[in-house]
């Protein structure tokens, strides 16, 4: 990950040093007419200048939370699944220079953001179970490379792409069926893997965020069952990818 990171490093500070020295020319002409229009340009795109911008958002997350194999106990049996999951995120995006691509319009810069958030889970459990069931909770960190376009200060586009860490812990549950069977499903370790990702987000009035991100990850859940045949551990090998639909604002 840090080779990758260093790579995009490598790949945005070019860039950010082409935008400084970028006046753009006309050729046989006076330069005037041009100078004028590169203002009036900025004048109205006066928001992706060089510095950060940071943004809150609440997203609607539905990791899959599908296993790759077949199991017959645990938290992961067929028929379970996310039932509804929500996550709170903050970040920024940071450029470097001013607009300085397709007439002053676009900009290349940096996209990162920290989440947390909860999963509620359907263990596909019997209707007549008693105990506690609780949630997964989830936190990532992720940044990448954002592409900006501004087709004017009320109307913003932003496609980025993500990678960093996601961790997952929790689905504990604990109870008995009427029929006195009793048993425990507990999260040994925490989850801890790598997550990629794709986004896109429509910046409206200039504060208001609507966005999509599509992030990819996968990781080995750890487990103690206790049932009425004693006390086994057991490793499920489960997709985490996810859709998210958030809104959020700069604040």
Partial sequence: MK??????ILFVLPVSMFAQVYTGEVIGGSD??????????RQRNTTTTAGKQKYIKLTYFMPEMYPYAFYTDGPFIPGSGASFGALFERGGFRFFSDNF????????????????????????????????????????YKIGPDFRFEISNNLKFDL???????????????????NGEEFTYQQRTP?????????FNVVLMNWLILGTHF?????????????EFGSTEKNYEVSLNSFRVSLGFFP
């Fill in 160 to 178: 980025y792409g993500s990678i960093g860490a996601l961790a997952c812990y929790g689905g504990l549950v604990y109870g008995s069926y009427t």
């Fill in 3 to 8: 080779t990758r990171y260093l790579a995009l």
């Fill in 32 to 41: 005037i007419p041009e100078q004028n229009n590169k203002k009036e340009r």
């Fill in 191 to 199: 989850v801890l893997t790598l997550q990629t990702g794709v986004g």
């Fill in 101 to 140: 691509m397709i007439n002053d319009m676009a900009n290349i810069g940096l996209f990162s953001g920290f989440g947390v958030g909860v999963e509620v889970h359907d263990f596909n459990l019997q209707a007549d179970f008693d105990g506690y069931k609780l949630p997964f909770f989830f936190a990532d």
């Fill in 215 to 227: 992030t990819f990850a996968d990781g080995t859940f750890k487990y103690t069952i206790d049932n």
